[in-house]
């Protein structure tokens, strides 16, 4: 079996598909990565990937969509990966019929890979990256900006033949047929240091804000943070990509990179921007967090985790001495996020879909 993985830009739209990617090559299947903007990294983890978004700038992608007036967020995100997928469809399309796949398994933001899939006329998978699900009109709506490249192509958009869910059941609000595996967090390799393999002497919090979002945005919604915490008891992390911090506080120390997979298992709890790839590494850990969303789907997780009572959100201003006390001493809120990882854990392997994918040819 062949299967091509077509991605949107972005880690975290990529990652959670490489232990998937990892299960089909351990049972002797190939897989290839069309991974437009994010090809590199994921060579990194051991897997072929084509980079379909050469000479792209998905930052100016990004910055150029200007939704309408009376737009929903339903609209704003499917034009703006409307646009994003539009980038890599025709080199999507020309290494597909080079490498002929016998199934294309796509990101759940990424329009292409349905369209791929279409044009060879071999099954499509959805595979989903976040712990909360995206709706069939998401999908569909993409599609629907892509109107131009399905008439080229002379195809129609179909609702794939198979969802991968990682999310936890009891966070959607009803049920699905889905192929419902455990998340297994991927974050990248790294040579560990020697202070990370000894026992924090009180206890550690990781702070990130994503891959994105320090280049992107800056680092103000850390404001609050970054004041307050040389007045907490607790060692911080600051794992923010190389971004420039200032002068930080004796019990603070800034990394340029180092997965988070491997620093979590060490923290008594996160404070990050709610992104998908971060809240499934810090649920898969177990931790409690405080959720400062900034945009995207950031605000939907950090009402879900909010809502069942495994984080605590807040806006930058308001992350302060307090607030990290809470998140270290609140033990309900605690015990909501492990028992969200028991649930977790508790779904079958990624390698329980090597005959799932099987029986679709």
């Not at 995100?77 to 597909?96: C, K, M, P, Y």
């Not at 192509?153 to 936890?168: D, F, N, Q, S």
């Not at 907490?232 to 420039?244: K, N, P, Q, R, T």
Request: proline fraction near 8%.
């Amino acid at each position: 079996m062949r299967a091509l993985f077509v991605t949107s830009p972005g880690l975290g739209h990529n990652f959670p598909l490489v232990p998937t990617a990892w299960a089909l090559r351990s049972a002797g299947h190939e897989v290839l990565f069309a991974a437009g903007g994010a090809a590199d990294r994921v060579a990194a983890a051991g897997l072929p990937a084509v980079d379909t978004a050469a000479g792209v700038n998905f930052a100016e992608v990004f910055g150029g969509f200007v939704p309408p007036p009376d737009a929903t967020p339903l609209d704003i995100a499917g034009g703006i990966f409307a646009e994003v997928s539009a980038e890599v469809v025709d080199s999507a399309v020309e290494l597909g019929r080079r490498w002929r796949p016998d199934l294309v398994v796509y990101s759940g933001m990424q329009g292409a890979g349905p369209l791929l899939a279409a044009v060879l006329g071999v099954p499509a998978v959805n595979h989903e990256f976040s712990f909360a699900a995206l709706p069939a009109a998401l999908r569909e709506r993409i599609a629907e900006g892509l109107g131009d490249a399905y008439s080229r192509y002379g195809v129609r958009y179909a609702e794939p033949e198979l969802t991968v869910a990682i999310a936890a059941a009891s966070l959607e609000p009803e049920p699905r047929e889905v192929a419902r595996i455990r998340p297994v967090a991927y974050n990248g390799g790294a040579r560990l240091p020697d202070w990370l393999l000894e026992p924090p002497e009180r206890p550690r919090i990781a702070v990130t804000l994503g891959s994105v979002l320090p280049a992107m945005a800056g680092l103000g919604a850390l404001d609050g943070l970054l004041a307050a915490m040389g007045s907490v008891d607790a060692e911080f992390v600051l794992a923010l990509d190389g971004a420039e911090i200032g002068e930080l506080p004796p019990n603070a120390r800034a990394i340029d990179w180092l997965p988070l997979n491997q620093l979590l298992p060490s923290c008594a709890g996160a404070v990050h921007h709610g992104g998908s790839g971060t809240t499934l590494a810090v649920l898969d850990a177990g931790l409690p967090s405080v959720i400062i969303p900034q945009g995207a789907d950031q605000f939907q997780n950090a009402e879900l985790l909010d809502g069942c009572g495994a984080a605590l959100t807040a806006t930058g201003d308001k992350v302060d001495a307090e607030l990290l006390n809470r998140l270290l001493t609140d033990e309900p809120v605690r015990a909501s996020a492990g028992r969200l990882a028991a649930e977790l854990h508790a779904q079958p392997a990624p390698s329980t879909l090597v005959d799932q994918f099987a029986n679709l040819l």
